[in-house]
């Protein structure tokens, strides 16, 4: 499976924008969904959102729809996280994840996804 890492954390404005980029190091990144993570000091782990491996379908948790957007670039082996309009409520520690099945048409749920990387840290400021 792919080695991954997260990148592109830091401290925002409340109603800024970032965005977190997940590299693979392996050569079979295109091969599997990809997906964003984030757990709050003292919460779950909880989805945020997901990309097939051909891009061609996403989904969002209802806390960040509208406001965040998943995509990849599978030549550069990376995907992203744009995150728009911050809240406070989206400080997190970020993490990105490789789906355990190549090339699956069902949307992955949450525990299918592995190889996690080290996280990234959002912090949103009020």
């Known amino acids: 499976q792919e080695q991954l890492v997260e990148s592109g954390g830091g401290l925002v404005q409340a109603g800024g924008s970032l965005r977190l980029s997940c590299t693979g190091s392996?050569?079979?990144?295109?091969?599997?969904?990809m997906g964003w993570f984030r757990q709050a000091p003292g919460k779950e782990r909880e989805f945020v959102a997901s990309?097939?491996?051909?891009?061609?379908?996403?989904a969002y948790a209802n806390p960040v729809k509208d406001r965040f957007s998943i995509s990849r670039d599978n030549a550069k082996s990376t995907a992203y996280l744009q995150m728009n309009s911050l809240k406070s409520e989206d400080t997190a520690v970020y993490y990105c994840?490789?789906?355990?099945?190549?090339?699956?048409?069902?949307?992955?749920?949450?525990?299918?996804?592995?190889?996690w990387g080290q996280g990234t840290q959002v912090t949103v400021s009020s």
């Open positions: 994840a490789a789906d355990s099945y190549a090339y699956r048409r069902v949307a992955p749920g949450p525990s299918d996804f592995r190889s």
């Open positions: 392996g050569r079979t990144f295109s091969m599997y969904a």
């Open positions: 990309i097939t491996w051909s891009g061609g379908s996403t």
